[in-house]
Every structure is written in structure tokens, then in C-alpha cells.
């Protein structure tokens, strides 16, 4: 565990909580057995649930795997009194331990950031929500460089980075979308449970929010439209590969056959062309071919 106090206000962090953290929890907050069990678990869905002396939330945020290059959620669960906010993940989430970071050892943060419990949970969420900022902005410079290279010839090769930036992109939206209604009932509870004025920063928490979701929204539809036009230059390519083995096959066809029918009669005899006429009509017969082809702009 570890702690941050100002203005009798009071952050306590825990990160992988053992035994003995889950205990001080219950005997503290004379937490629910219920609230104990889930903050061992693991939670799927977002959730706000207001007892008698504490809200209990749990939300999800993103974090990006640079090795896997896949963006998972991160569980970050909260117990919120009228005097302390405390944290609980069983993952590494780097930008809450900056945040955290960053309030201990700077006391102007902590007078813009504790002001009360309230206050604090919503200054906390806006620095987390503000944090997935910097991953859409890399998603943004991939997309980008993905419509570089496939309006440069690398269409197949960016195939498999845009099923990257799509995946990355449907993570991202999986992790955000659930809790926007679970911030705006926590809005809504926020001043009563709190007792204090809270609209300014639960404003800026529901504000920053809709900025990411309009970004990532952004984005999405972004790179659905390079998909499509790299889709459409794929399939150019394909028709003209087509188109040029649809002329080879009509030569070598045309050939044979005329090489095949030729070399019967000259077997048998009974023809009066040398194999320069034969030679002619294959090279006019290949010369026809070709206009035809030109003609109809098949090649």
C-alpha cells in the first residue's frame, strides 16, 4: 500500500493486493464481503454501487502492449468515503502510477487535486481518461503511415497493419464505450453522496470523455476508409493480372490450334502454305489479338 495525504483528505493505493491488504480494507471500511470477493476477481463490465458509507466502482481503462502491439483493458476499482479515495488493480497500470507519482512529490497538484474525496475520484479519472490521449495519437501517426504506404505500392503489405490498427481501434472501443453511462449515473450521485459542489470537474471528467470516444470514433472511420480504397487498389491489380493472363491464354490457345491444324496437312501433304505463310498468320492472328485487346481496353 501506499499513501498520499492533504487537506485530511487521504489517497491510499494498492497495487495486487494480498491477504493482509484485503483485510484492512474490510476491518477499515467494514467493507461487504461482496465489495472483498469482486476486488479479488476479476470484473468484466463496469459498475457503481453506493453503500451506506463508501461508493464502490469499478471501471476499466486501456493500456497498450508494445511487445504484442494490442491495446487490454486494465481493471482499476475504487472505494470512495467521505474522507479517502482508495485504488485497487491486480495489473500494472503506468499511468495511474505516474499520476501517482507525479501528486506525491508535487504539493501544488495536491492542493488542485484534494480538495475532498469527491474532488479527488473525479481528478483521478480525468487524469486517466486524459492519459489514453497519447495511445490514440500513436494510432492516429499509424493510420497515417498506412496511407502513405499503400498510395506507394505496398498494398498487400498493409494488409496485415491495418487488421492491427482494426483490432487496436475495437479493443479501444470495447475498454471505453461500457463505463460513459456508469460516469454519468457517478456524476449524477456524485454531490448528493459528497455532499459538495462537484459540476465543474465532473463536467471536464464527462467532457474528456466524449473527447476520446469522438476521437476514437475518428479514427475508426478512418481507417475503414483506407481499408476500403486499399480493398478497391487490390482488386484493380487482381483485374489487370487477370486481364493479362485472359490475353496469354487467348495467344497460346489460338497458336496451338493453328499450329496443330497446319502441321496435320503438312504430314499429310495436302497443304500448299510453307511454314512462313504458317509463321505469318500466327504473328497476324497474335497482331489481331492485341488490337482487339486494345480496343476493348483490356490492356
Known amino acids: 500500500m501506499i499513501k498520499i495525504q492533504h487537506n485530511q483528505t487521504t489517497w491510499q493505493h494498492f497495487d495486487k493486493p494480498d491477504f493482509k491488504d484485503l483485510e484492512f480494507l474490510k476491518n477499515e471500511l467494514r467493507a461487504s464481503t461482496t465489495v472483498i470477493a469482486e476486488l479479488m476477481g476479476a470484473n468484466k463490465r463496469p459498475k457503481i454501487e453506493e453503500y451506506d458509507q463508501y461508493l464502490f466502482l469499478v471501471l476499466h481503462f486501456p493500456v497498450f502492449n508494445a511487445a504484442t502491439r494490442q491495446t487490454a483493458p486494465t481493471e482499476l476499482d475504487f472505494i470512495i468515503t467521505q474522507n479517502s479515495v482508495f485504488t485497487i488493480c491486480q495489473h500494472k497500470n503506468p499511468a495511474l502510477d505516474k499520476l501517482f507519482a507525479d501528486l506525491k512529490d508535487d504539493e501544488e497538484q495536491q492542493e488542485e487535486g484534494f480538495k475532498n474525496s469527491g474532488w479527488l475520484l473525479f481528478y483521478i479519472l480525468d487524469s486517466m481518461i486524459d492519459s489514453c490521449l497519447p495511445m490514440l495519437d500513436h494510432i492516429h501517426e499509424k493510420i497515417e503511415e498506412i496511407e502513405k504506404q499503400v498510395f506507394d505500392g505496398k498494398e498487400r503489405a498493409m494488409l496485415k497493419e491495418i487488421a492491427i490498427v482494426k483490432r487496436d481501434i475495437i479493443d ?117 489479338i492485341v488490337v482487339i485487346f486494345k480496343k476493348k481496353r483490356w490492356l
Open 172 to 288: 479501444f472501443r470495447r475498454t471505453i464505450k461500457p463505463q460513459r453511462s456508469i460516469l454519468e449515473v457517478l456524476s449524477k450521485k456524485a454531490s448528493r453522496f459528497f455532499k459538495s459542489d462537484l459540476e465543474i470537474i465532473c463536467q471536464e471528467v464527462v467532457g474528456s470523455e466524449i473527447r476520446v470516444w469522438s476521437t476514437l470514433e475518428n479514427h475508426k472511420e478512418m481507417i475503414e476508409a483506407i481499408e476500403s480504397t486499399n480493398g478497391n487498389l487490390l482488386s484493380f491489380q487482381i483485374n489487370q493480372v487477370m486481364h493479362t493472363l485472359t490475353f496469354f491464354s487467348i495467344v497460346l490457345f489460338s497458336l496451338t490450334f493453328i499450329a496443330s491444324f497446319f502441321s496435320m496437312r503438312i504430314l499429310e501433304g495436302t497443304t500448299e502454305f510453307s511454314v512462313k505463310t504458317i509463321v505469318a498468320i500466327m504473328l497476324a492472328t497474335v497482331l489481331l
